[in-house]
C-alpha cells in the first residue's frame, strides 16, 4: 500500500478558521499572531509533546515572552488585560496545533481566576506580576479524590493559628500541580457551617515547606501537560493569602469556572478545528479507486458534518465569552452551554477525522489519533458533560415566569 505522504507534515497544517466579522481589529490581530506561532512554533512540537508526556518548558517559555500568558491579568500589574473573548481566541489557536500547549495558557487562567475575582489589591500587586510575566505559572487545587463532580465534599481542612493558616490534606487531578509556583487551594475552614459556607481559598506558594507533588498521573491525551495529587503536610499560609472572607471558597470556586469552561471549550474548538485541517487535506491528496477520496460523497459528508459541528461550536463560544464578559446574570449557563456543546464536538470531529484518515488515522504517524485521545479531556475536566448539564438545567428551572 502506498503511503499517503508524510504523516508528520500534516502536524504543520494547522490552516485556520474563517475570519470572523464579529471580531474587533485587536482580537482578530492577536488571534492571527497566536495562529501564526501555534503554526510555525508549536505545531512541529506536538507529537514530540505527546510521546515523550513531558511538560513544554520551550513552549511555556515562548508563550511568556509573547505576551500570551499576560493577556488574562490587568494591565495595572503588568497584563494586556484582555477580554475573556480574545482569551480563548487565543487557547483556540494554540490548541488546533497541540492542546496541551494551549492549556499552558487555560490553566495560567483557571488559577488566577479566584485571585483576580476575589483579590484585595495587595495581593494582586503582590501575585500577579508574576503571573503576567510568565514567570510563574499557576493552578486551581479543587478536587480530592473523593469529590469531584460533587466539590463540596471536599475535605482538606485548613485550620488557623495566629496570622497564619496551617492547611493540610491531598488534592487531585491538578493540571500543572508540578510546575505551578502559585496554587489557589479550597480548604474546608469552619466543619460546622452549613457544606457551602464550610469552604475557603488560599493562594499557596508551592514553595511552602510541607507542600508535595505525591504522583504524577499516566493519561490518554494532554500527555505533556503534567496532572498531578498534591501533598499538603501541615502548610503554612499566611492570612493574608486568604482570597475573599472565610467562607465564600464555594462561591468562588463556582464563580472561577463560569469564566473558565469557555477556555476548555477554546480548546475544545481548536482541537476540533486541527483534526478538520488535516482531514480535509488528507481527502484531497488521497487517491483510492482512482480519484481522490474527497470526490467520495460519503467522505464528503463526514467533513461538512464536521465542519457544521466545528463552527456551531465555535459560535456558541463566542457569544457565551460575549455574555459573560457583559455580566450576564446567567453566566454559568453561557459558559456550561459552550463547554458542552463544543466538548462534544470536538470528540464527535476528531473520531470523524481518523475515520476519514481510514487506517492511517489510528496510526500515530499522523496527528489525528492524538488530537481525538486529547479531545476526550474536554468532556471531563472542569466538570463532565453530565455537570454541565446539571447547570444549565438549574438555571432554566431558576427562571421567573
Ligand atoms: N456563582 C455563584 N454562586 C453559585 C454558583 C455560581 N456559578 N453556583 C452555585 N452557587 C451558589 C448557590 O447559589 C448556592 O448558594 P446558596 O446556598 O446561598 O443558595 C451554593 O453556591 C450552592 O450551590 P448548589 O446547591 O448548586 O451546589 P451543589 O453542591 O449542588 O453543586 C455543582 C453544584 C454540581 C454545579 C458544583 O458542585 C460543580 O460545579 N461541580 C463540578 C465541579 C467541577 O467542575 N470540578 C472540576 C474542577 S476544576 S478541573
Same mark, same amino acid.
Given at each position: 500500500m502506498r503511503r499517503p505522504?508524510?504523516?508528520?507534515?500534516?502536524?504543520?497544517? @494547522? @490552516? +485556520?478558521?474563517?475570519?470572523?466579522?464579529?471580531?474587533?481589529?485587536?482580537?482578530?490581530?492577536i488571534r492571527d499572531a497566536v495562529r501564526t506561532l501555534?503554526?510555525?512554533r508549536v505545531a512541529p512540537r506536538a507529537a514530540e509533546i505527546d510521546r515523550s508526556a513531558e511538560f513544554p518548558e520551550d513552549l511555556r517559555v515562548l508563550l511568556a515572552e509573547q505576551g500570551i500568558l499576560g493577556l488574562p491579568f490587568p494591565e495595572r500589574h503588568g497584563g494586556l488585560g484582555a477580554d475573556l473573548l480574545t482569551v480563548c481566541l487565543a487557547i483556540e489557536a494554540l490548541s488546533a496545533a497541540c492542546a496541551t500547549t494551549g492549556l499552558i495558557l487555560a490553566v495560567q487562567e483557571l488559577g488566577a481566576l479566584p485571585l483576580l475575582l476575589a483579590g484585595s489589591e495587595e495581593q494582586l500587586g503582590r501575585f500577579v506580576p508574576g503571573l503576567a510575566s510568565g514567570r510563574d505559572l499557576a493552578a486551581f487545587a479543587l478536587t480530592e479524590a473523593d469529590a469531584g463532580s460533587d466539590a463540596a465534599a471536599i475535605r482538606t481542612r485548613a485550620v488557623r493559628d495566629g496570622e497564619t493558616y496551617v492547611i493540610s490534606g491531598a488534592k487531585r487531578f491538578i493540571s500543572h500541580g508540578s510546575v505551578a509556583s502559585l496554587v489557589t487551594v479550597f480548604a474546608v475552614t469552619d466543619p460546622e457551617a452549613d457544606r457551602h459556607r464550610r469552604i475557603s481559598a488560599f493562594v499557596v506558594e508551592t514553595a511552602s515547606p510541607g507542600f508535595s507533588v505525591s504522583r504524577l498521573e499516566h493519561k490518554m491525551g494532554i500527555r505533556g501537560s503534567p496532572t498531578a495529587e498534591l501533598a499538603f503536610d501541615d502548610v503554612r499560609v499566611p492570612a493574608a493569602n486568604l482570597l475573599g472572607a472565610e467562607g465564600d471558597g464555594f462561591r468562588l470556586a463556582m464563580r472561577t469556572l463560569d469564566r473558565s469552561r469557555p477556555g476548555i471549550a477554546a480548546q475544545a474548538v481548536g482541537i476540533a478545528q486541527g483534526a478538520l485541517d488535516v482531514a480535509a487535506a488528507y481527502a484531497g491528496q488521497r487517491r483510492q479507486f482512482g480519484?481522490? &477520496?474527497?470526490?467520495?460523497?460519503? @467522505?464528503?459528508?463526514?467533513?461538512?458534518?464536521?465542519?457544521?459541528r466545528t463552527e456551531a461550536a465555535?459560535?456558541?463560544?463566542?457569544?457565551?465569552?460575549?455574555? &459573560?464578559?457583559?455580566? +450576564?446574570?446567567? +453566566?454559568?449557563r453561557w459558559s456550561a452551554l459552550c463547554k458542552l456543546v463544543a466538548g462534544d464536538a470536538a470528540m464527535a470531529v476528531t473520531t470523524d477525522a481518523v475515520q476519514v484518515l481510514g487506517g492511517y488515522g489510528y496510526l500515530d504517524d499522523f496527528p489525528v489519533e492524538r488530537m481525538m485521545r486529547d479531545a476526550k479531556i474536554t468532556?471531563?475536566?472542569?466538570?463532565?458533560?453530565q455537570i454541565q448539564r446539571l447547570v444549565i438545567a438549574r438555571a432554566l428551572l431558576a427562571r421567573k415566569p
Open positions: 505522504g508524510c504523516g508528520r507534515c500534516y502536524d504543520r497544517r @494547522v @490552516v +485556520a478558521a474563517p475570519a470572523l466579522g464579529r471580531l474587533t481589529d485587536d482580537q482578530r490581530a501555534a503554526r510555525e480519484k481522490a &477520496i474527497g470526490e467520495f460523497q460519503l @467522505v464528503q459528508g463526514l467533513l461538512a458534518d464536521m465542519d457544521a465555535r459560535q456558541l463560544l463566542y457569544t457565551a465569552c460575549e455574555e &459573560i464578559e457583559r455580566g +450576564a446574570p446567567d +453566566a454559568g468532556q471531563l475536566y472542569e466538570g463532565t458533560q
